[in-house]
């Protein structure tokens, strides 16, 4: 479908210039099998040294059951506990935040947390309000025990305001008002978003995840060596790194590549950091993100 829009609006008001679509066989599963060899590849760890896995995701393959499911038996991780969390844009940091839990709480020693999306197949080609920012992928991580040192997760801040929900919502197909020819005729099946208001809020909330997780960290702003911000829109990446005091040369910025993946985002953004050398043994790093719920979150990781 053809919308109303340009390529000079959507890069000066997004900073998007492409985004990626899963192809017809990718599942959402299979996104995140690809990620998670790759993780586990780099950790050294195999599919049975895998206690849970934890996959954050707004687009899961079936409503029933869940993607991580369905992941486990595509790895053969036959020792895992897997299960799927349903936090939008910052499902990687919640999910990294309940295997820090997982892992407290002896549940599991190794934990593969996935951010994976594909946002195009509940995105309405015909809105351009959002056609023009979402995009698919998926990323992982294998989260462990560290056993001394001080390299890790240092802080992690997870917070949500439902009351925010309208703004920002894929109102049918789910069991509230499951799928129907009134919802395929109102295209309610698709997400909805009041664009400028998520914006203002955005800005304001991954004002407030950065701030704690500093906090939180017991360090000072000065001393966060990477912005891993999620990324939505360019203009709301510089907002957040200006409040946090950051110049733009210690951003991570891909958002003109892969538009906005939603949990995958995260992810996708520390495995080209690494790439690029921005993030060695040491590098602390601050990641933030904030989406759909309202939810939003943050984490300092010192790599
Ligand atoms: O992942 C977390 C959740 N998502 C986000 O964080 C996204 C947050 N929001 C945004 O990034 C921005 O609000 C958008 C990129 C969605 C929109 O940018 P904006 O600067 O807030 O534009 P706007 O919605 O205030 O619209 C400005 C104008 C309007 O026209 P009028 O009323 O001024 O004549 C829109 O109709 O731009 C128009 N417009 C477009 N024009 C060309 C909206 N979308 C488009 C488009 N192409 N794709």
């Not at 609006?9 to 990718?26: C, F, K, N, Q, S």
């Not at 599942?27 to 599919?47: F, H």
């Not at 506990?81 to 990687?92: K, L, N, R, T």
């Not at 099946?189 to 400028?196: C, L």
Request: hydrophobic share 45%.
């Amino acid at each position: 479908q053809r919308v109303d829009t340009s390529d000079q609006w959507i890069v000066e008001r997004t900073g998007i210039r492409e985004r990626h679509r899963a192809g017809p066989d990718d599942t959402v599963a299979s996104l995140s099998l690809t990620a998670a060899r790759i993780a586990m590849a780099k950790a050294g760890v195999g599919p049975l040294d895998i206690g849970a896995i934890v996959l954050g995701t707004a687009t899961p393959d079936r409503l029933l059951p869940s993607t991580a499911c369905d992941l486990q038996a595509l790895m053969g991780a036959h020792n895992a506990a897997a299960f799927d969390i349903s936090a939008a844009c910052p499902g990687f940091i919640y999910a990294i935040v309940v295997a820090e839990g997982l892992i407290a709480s002896e549940q599991a020693d190794t934990v593969l947390v996935v951010g994976a999306e594909k946002l195009t197949t509940i995105t309405d080609h015909t809105d351009r309000s959002t056609a023009i920012l979402f995009g698919d992928g998926a990323g992982a991580a294998i989260l462990q025990r560290v056993k001394g040192g001080d390299r890790g997760l240092l802080s992690t801040f997870i917070k949500s305001d439902g009351r925010l929900a309208p703004l920002l919502l894929r109102p049918g197909g789910g069991s509230s008002d499951p799928i129907s020819e009134k919802v395929i005729r109102e295209r309610s099946q698709f997400m909805k978003m009041a664009g400028r208001e998520v914006f203002k809020h955005a800005v304001l909330t991954m004002a407030e995840a950065c701030d704690e997780a500093i906090k939180r960290a017991g360090i000072t702003a000065d001393q966060v060596d990477l912005l891993v911000p999620h990324q939505a829109n360019i203009r709301i990446i510089e907002a957040t790194a200006k409040h946090a005091g950051m110049p733009m040369s210690k951003v991570m910025v891909n958002v003109d590549r892969y538009g906005n993946t939603s949990s995958a985002s995260i992810p996708l953004a520390l495995a080209q950091a690494e790439q690029e050398g921005r993030l060695k043994p040491g590098t602390v790093a601050l990641l933030v993100a904030f989406g759909a719920g309202f939810t939003w979150g943050a984490a300092v990781v010192r790599w």
